[in-house]
């Protein structure tokens, strides 16, 4: 048992190891805002490090991530458009690739969650990533605390 946790361990290392530098630190920074709080829930610890995670799918450039935004704010049919028919499966499958950057940058919490779970994150940490980008209730049920938490760390950093 102990030797299939440790692969685990060792795939979602292989994902952190991916990702960019500024992303590894926004992640760090976020684990260590968490734990400065006086969270240690392992599904949320992995959510702060790996939320990020399928950025790392193409290479997504500061005009990338600010054109997602401007987009998002006032053309939003628009980015709906550089983003549909991706296969979420493999998002550069189909997809030009001038597409792509958007493809991972908008859809990487469901890309991620599934890489999560590939790499043995425990199901609540994929559940985290995949809606750390989406509204949340005011439930009192731990998913969606966590996701709270997750969201407000994710702010601060």
């Known amino acids: 048992r102990f030797k299939s946790f ?10 952190f190891d991916r990702m960019s530098p500024a992303d590894q630190r926004h992640a760090v920074a976020l684990l260590k805002t968490l734990r400065a709080d006086g969270h240690d829930h392992l599904a949320l610890m992995q959510a702060a490090l790996l939320h990020d995670v399928a950025k790392i799918g193409a290479k997504i450039t500061v005009f990338h991530r600010v054109a997602v935004v401007l987009l998002q704010a006032f053309r939003p049919t628009w980015l709906a458009w550089l983003v549909r028919d991706a296969n979420q499966d493999l998002p550069d499958s189909g997809v030009s690739l001038w597409r792509q950057p958007f493809v991972y940058y908008v859809d990487h919490p469901a ?13 609540l940490a994929v559940s985290l990533i995949e809606r750390h980008q989406s509204s949340v209730s005011s439930s009192d049920a731990l998913e969606d605390r966590l996701l709270r938490l997750l969201q407000a760390a994710d702010d601060q950093n």
């Not at 440790?6 to 994902?15: H, K």
């Open 111 to 123: 890309i991620g969650a599934r890489w999560a779970e590939q790499a043995g994150c425990h199901p």
């Open 6 to 15: 440790q692969v685990s361990v060792d795939r979602q290392q292989v994902l």
